[in-house]
């Protein structure tokens, strides 16, 4: 059984930093490709980031060059470093894994994705 738990979720003022962790267990996410969606109230889900079990890592432009979507094998985490956050990141943030191999363009739908956490809600707000 694949379980993914979302955790590092909080208030955080525009412009600072929060990061976020996916603990999987389950699988290996070094052979997992991965994803991180978000939710804000009122709206559909949203792809984030991705990362391909070969690390290639995939943004959306809203948050490119601000996020980072990185990897623990040993602990077998996946993280979002967000920085420089913006009050329209107010959400709740989804990670997520596939145990398919799709291609890069696909890892940007949340249909891609077999198995998803909870959530953690991220509030940026002063």
């Known amino acids: 059984q694949v379980r993914l738990a979302e955790s590092g979720g909080g208030l955080v003022q525009p412009g600072g930093s929060l990061r976020l962790s996916c603990a999987v267990s389950?699988?290996?996410?070094?052979?997992?490709?991965m994803g991180w969606f978000r939710q804000a109230p009122g709206k559909e889900r949203e792809f984030v980031a991705s990362r391909r079990s070969n690390g290639a890592t995939y943004y959306a432009d809203s948050v490119k060059g601000r996020f980072t979507v990185s990897r623990d094998d040993g602990e077998n985490t996946l993280y979002l470093q967000m920085n420089s956050m913006k009050p329209e990141g107010t959400a709740v943030y989804y990670c997520?894994?596939?145990?398919?191999?799709?291609?890069?363009?696909?890892?940007?739908?949340?249909?891609?994705?077999?198995?998803w956490g909870q959530g953690t809600q991220v509030t940026v707000s002063s």
């Open positions: 997520a894994t596939t145990v398919g191999s799709p291609i890069s363009s696909l890892l940007r739908l949340s249909s891609t994705y077999e198995y």
């Open positions: 389950g699988r290996a996410i070094r052979s997992s490709n």
